[in-house]
């Protein structure tokens, strides 16, 4: 398929047609990505998506500890890492 690139203001861009966006599930936002030789387009996430399960998957694997080590604030790295 072709797509003719169409001025927008000082920009450029592309149309795409109804059955498209709702082939590809593309909404308000896309995600594009410099691919060798092109242009990927993928639909965008929303925001802090997927963030609910990660969690999930680091509480069941005990990955959820917080940083801070003891109750001075200090974390690991402060304790472990930092060189005065």
Same mark, same amino acid.
């Given at each position: 398929?072709?797509a003719?690139?169409?001025?927008?203001?000082?920009?450029?861009?592309?149309?795409?047609?109804k059955s498209?966006?709702?082939?590809?599930?593309? *909404? %308000?936002?896309? +995600?594009?990505?410099?691919?060798?030789?092109? &242009?990927?387009?993928?639909? !965008? @996430?929303?925001?802090?998506?997927?963030w609910?399960?990660?969690? *999930? %998957?680091?509480? +069941?694997?005990?990955?959820?500890?917080?940083? &801070?080590?003891?109750?001075? !604030? @200090?974390?690991?790295?402060?304790?472990?890492?930092?060189?005065?």
């Amino acid at each position: 398929m072709k797509a003719q690139i169409v001025r927008i203001g000082n920009s450029r861009g592309i149309r795409l047609s109804k059955s498209i966006l709702e082939e590809t599930g593309f *909404r %308000e936002v896309v +995600e594009l990505q410099i691919v060798s030789g092109g &242009l990927l387009l993928r639909p !965008g @996430r929303k925001t802090r998506e997927g963030w609910a399960e990660a969690a *999930r %998957e680091m509480a +069941e694997r005990g990955d959820d500890t917080p940083l &801070l080590s003891d109750d001075t !604030g @200090r974390t690991r790295f402060d304790r472990d890492e930092w060189r005065w």
